[in-house]
């Protein structure tokens, strides 16, 4: 039954992954735009403007969510996103497409941490992992359904049509979270509704026990504070840093890469593909890495996710064969968009219940950094004139900081196991 819940959550992200995502497609038609004068670095800026909303979407409903509830801040954030991809499409001028683009950001950053808890708290503890992969795939959709939309429309009609469907989730997503998405578990027994806690524990098969011994682990703290007290300040800091490198990565290679690509000398459509390429590869990718992580333990993996981000990006700054560099651009795709999926399922893991939300919301907060310097590095470098590689160079240096980081986080109470081959054979 936890399957449902998983499915809301993705079909959630896969929005949320859209509308971020169609921005970096829109870029050839809005430097293009007549009469806006736009050059790189000003759609850079204006890329990063709904990054600053997420930053601070995703701080302040990883905290609210703690008291309010993940249901409340998911429905309320993709009503708001949805809204104000509507004014996107109308935007008359690049200073109100900046603006929208900031408050729909809010939003879109709002309902991540909470539909990350949500696919945890739901999902089999064996396979926990696995079902956040394959919850946050919907991330990379959004971006193949953003590059497969503009392979098709860009060039006719233009970026305004591409952010209308940005408001799809109004009609397709919203009914359905409002009559199947269940509250958190450990959100009701943190209120005091213990009876309704049993209830949806029922319903969907959940270890009621294991959700109150998480409880227990947290040693009486939830919400923020818990994050910075000694015992947990160091995981706090480094999952922070790590999401700032992965969210950098992600943020703009999905902004910058089309144009990078058709600055290397590739057409239009060659670009885009590139893009689509890129998401491909971060959804299988992140499918292969997560039941590695879940066997494993999701430390070891996620830093050599990394490491595979770094050595792709080195490859993508030559001039190689289109095989070797689809090929590289697929496995940076894992090594960006899929690495930070394994990020956000380790940080997940690593806390308890009472403070997983405001986590997530701390370290994708942070993050959040991360993805506005990512557009802004990009728009900088070729804004700059110097040679399309250093764009990759640029991306390569922080790939290999998020590698360092993440082997630095010291052992949680409650992180998932590497499960044994004897385990892992018998739950196969």
């Known amino acids: 039954m936890g399957r449902s819940v998983v ?5 959630t992200i896969v929005f949320d992954g859209y509308d971020l995502i169609v921005y970096g497609s829109a870029v050839p038609s809005l430097l293009a735009e007549p009469g806006w004068g736009l050059n790189p670095a ?24 703690d008291s309010l509830g993940r249901r409340r801040i998911m429905l309320v954030g993709v009503t708001w996103f949805s809204a104000l991809m509507i004014g996107c499409a109308l935007a008359p001028g690049p200073e109100l497409l900046g603006l929208l683009r900031f408050l729909a950001g809010l939003g879109l ?9 949500l696919t945890v708290e739901y999902a089999p503890r064996e396979h926990r992992q696995l079902y956040n992969a394959l919850m946050f795939a919907g991330y990379s959709v959004g971006g193949v359904v953003a590059a497969l939309l503009a392979l098709f429309l860009l060039a006719d009609h233009g970026w305004r049509p591409l952010m209308a469907f940005g408001a799809a989730p109004l009609v397709l997503v919203l009914p359905l979270l409002w009559r199947r998405l269940p509250e958190s578990v450990g959100f009701l027994l943190a209120a005091g509704r213990d009876a309704d806690a049993e209830a949806l524990a029922a319903r969907y098969g959940l270890d009621l026990d294991a959700v109150r011994r998480e409880r227990a682990a947290a040693g009486g703290g939830s919400g923020p504070r818990a994050l910075f007290g000694r015992r947990r300040l160091p995981a706090t800091v480094l999952f922070g840093a790590a999401s700032f490198c992965g969210l950098l990565l992600v943020y703009g290679l999905n902004t910058w890469l089309p144009q990078i690509m058709r600055s290397a ?16 590869g971060a959804v299988l990718g992140a499918i292969i890495t997560s039941r590695l992580a879940d066997r494993y333990g999701p430390k070891p993996v996620t830093s050599v996710a990394f490491l595979l981000a770094t050595a792709c990006l080195v490859v993508l700054s030559q001039r190689v064969d289109t095989a070797v560099l689809l090929v590289a651009v697929a496995i940076a795709g894992l090594g960006s968009v899929g690495t930070q999926v394994l990020v956000n399922g380790y940080v997940a893991v690593h806390h308890p219940a009472p403070v997983r939300a405001s986590a997530l919301g701390w370290a994708l907060g942070v993050g959040r950094a991360g ?3 990512g557009p802004l590095l990009g728009g900088w470098v070729l804004a700059s004139g110097v040679g399309f590689e250093w764009n990759f160079y640029g991306f390569a240096v922080p790939a290999l900081a998020g590698a360092l980081l993440i082997a630095l986080v010291p052992r949680g109470r409650t ?7 004897t385990t892992s054979a018998s739950a196969g």
């Open 265 to 280: 000398g590739y057409p239009l459509g060659s670009a885009l593909s590139f893009l689509l390429v890129l998401n491909l």
């Open 109 to 117: 950053g709002g309902v991540i941490p909470s539909a990350i808890a």
């Open 371 to 373: 993805a506005i310097v």
């Open 415 to 421: 992180a998932r196991q590497p499960v044994s081959a």
């Open 7 to 11: 499915a809301l959550c993705f079909l």
């Open 42 to 65: 000003g759609a850079g800026v204006i890329g990063s403007y709904a990054l600053v909303g997420m930053l601070i979407g995703a701080l302040a409903s990883g905290a609210l969510s």
